[in-house]
């Protein structure tokens, strides 16, 4: 009996042997080298590049594959053109000036209205401009604190239509204020400053601008509203009568 405990040890020792051999592990290796395939190394794809945008749908970036910038629009009229053009929208140019000297409540309203083509904002935007107007005229004897609430106004429209803003067109002009603009957030930035400045200072002459460049791109919602429609009604009810 101890003989053969002592045969069963050696050949468990025999075992754990051939199964740390080094050649055994190298026999390993070469079969696992047959089997293996060759494969390509795995080449990450390009990061996505990041493109600025100045106006709705419109992306401004510089030598990608998207193009060059696209260029701004013109005002159909400039901010001192009180009476507008002579073309066929000259009647609804001088109603914009009657309202903007008499009215401006009633102008910026329907700005808005047609700037968000929603029915029913005239209303929310000319009262808001309202109290405003008084408080202003009332404590500092101008109106100073409507053109805080209505300068919006003249982004949005500016963005929307990818219209030239104040800051870019003296830069064009004179040149003298591009090297300070890193980026596009930054020239949007001067922008959005210069429509303020442009309401505080010249805010009847900014509301007319701003309502005869709607009044020539934007629809009244109140006409799509109005609109026609056919209505078709269902046939009168047949009854079969027994002879």
């Known amino acids: 009996m101890a003989g053969e405990d002592n045969n069963n040890r050696e050949a ?26 060759k494969t390509a190394p795995i080449v990450p794809p390009p990061a996505a590049e990041e493109y600025g945008w100045t106006a709705d749908g419109l992306p401004v970036s510089d030598g990608s594959v998207i ?6 629009n013109q005002w159909n009229s400039g901010l001192f053109s ?12 001088l109603e ?29 935007h000319c009262l808001t401009y309202s109290g405003l107007y008084f408080i202003g005229n009332s404590l500092f004897g101008w109106n100073c604190l409507a053109p805080w609430f209505s300068y919006s106004s003249r982004s949005a429209i500016r963005r929307k239509f990818n219209l030239e803003g104040s800051f870019e067109a ?5 040149g003298c204020c591009g090297s300070c603009i890193e980026d596009e957030m930054q020239r949007e930035h001067m922008e959005t400053t ?11 002459c900014a ?14 919602p109140g006409f799509n509203a109005a609109q026609s429609t056919v209505v078709v009604l269902p046939p009168s009810e047949q009854t079969m009568g027994r002879k």
């Not at 468990?12 to 395939?37: F, M, R, V, Y």
């Not at 009180?82 to 140019?93: A, H, I, P, T």
């Not at 903007?100 to 005239?122: D, H, I, M």
């Not at 509301?207 to 009244?220: A, I, M, N, P, S």
């Open 12 to 37: 468990q020792q025999g075992d754990d042997h051939e199964e740390s051999s080094p050649l055994l592990k190298g026999n390993e290796s070469k079969i696992c080298s047959k089997g293996a395939t």
């Open 67 to 72: 193009g060059e910038p696209i260029g701004r």
């Open 82 to 93: 009180c009476l507008g053009r002579n073309d066929e929208f000259c009647s609804s140019d």
């Open 96 to 124: 914009v000036c009657l309202l903007g000297s008499v009215a401006p409540c009633v102008l910026y309203g329907t700005n808005a209205e047609r700037l968000g083509s929603v029915p029913g904002t005239f209303t929310n």
């Open 170 to 174: 003296m830069n064009r002009s004179c």
């Open 194 to 204: 210069c429509d303020f400045v442009t309401h505080l200072l010249c805010h009847t």
């Open 207 to 220: 509301l007319c601008q701003e309502g005869r460049e709607l009044r020539r791109k934007v629809l009244h």
